[in-house]
């Protein structure tokens, strides 16, 4: 799996997330960046902060949710 890397503006991340909207493999590839803590680029349709928030609400759930 690749991050679709973009330039630090909002702007430069709208490609990389249209071609996530498309990919097969979109939820393993946001679960592989959780899992490894990706900080930079777009993975499996989601930039880093909302990233960050989809992670912190995984740790905060209780066990067996």
């Not at 909002?10 to 071609?19: C, F, L, S």
């Not at 979109?26 to 499996?44: F, I, M, N």
């Amino acid at each position: 799996m690749r991050s679709c890397s973009s330039p630090s503006r909002r702007t430069g991340r709208a490609r990389p997330k249209e071609v996530c909207a498309r990919c097969v493999v979109r939820d393993r590839c946001l679960a592989y960046a959780l899992d490894t803590r990706q900080l930079h680029g777009v993975w499996g349709g989601t930039d880093p902060a909302p990233a960050r928030r989809v992670r912190e609400s995984t740790l905060d759930a209780p066990l067996g949710s």
